[in-house]
């Protein structure tokens, strides 16, 4: 049964920085790109950043990019997501989610999120 397991969340001060974790299991992680996103209270699901599985190509939203950083670890069968210089903005659950080979398209697998709060 695939499944995908985000950790690293909790409470970070603003400009402060946390690395969330994913870990994956029944399925071929190493063929399947990964994406991030996050879903703040009252708004809608926003795609974050995506690492596909075909040429190693990043895709970052206008929001995060040049503060977050997405990577793999495919022997580990976990994708990270490296936040930096967090706003109370960036507060939010965050899930990640797989996709065979390319970043575009719907996802095939999700997790069931982590929280990450962003205050003073």
């Known amino acids: 049964q695939a499944q995908l397991v985000e950790s690293g969340g909790g409470l970070v001060q603003p400009g402060g920085s946390l690395r969330l974790s994913c870990a994956a299991s029944?399925?071929?992680?190493?063929?399947?790109?990964v994406g991030w996103f996050r879903q703040a209270p009252g708004k809608e699901r926003e795609a974050l950043a995506c690492l596909s599985s075909s040429d190693g190509s990043t895709y970052y939203s206008d929001s995060v990019k040049d503060r977050f950083n997405i990577s793999r670890d495919n022997a580990k069968n976990t994708a990270f997501l490296q936040m930096n210089s967090l706003e109370s903005e960036d507060t939010a659950i965050y899930f990640c989610?797989?996709?065979?080979?390319?970043?575009?398209?719907?996802?095939?697998?999700w997790g069931q999120g982590t929280q990450v709060t962003v205050s003073s």
């Open positions: 989610a797989a996709r065979f080979y390319h970043c575009q398209g719907s996802y095939d697998y």
């Open positions: 029944g399925f071929r992680f190493e063929r399947y790109a």
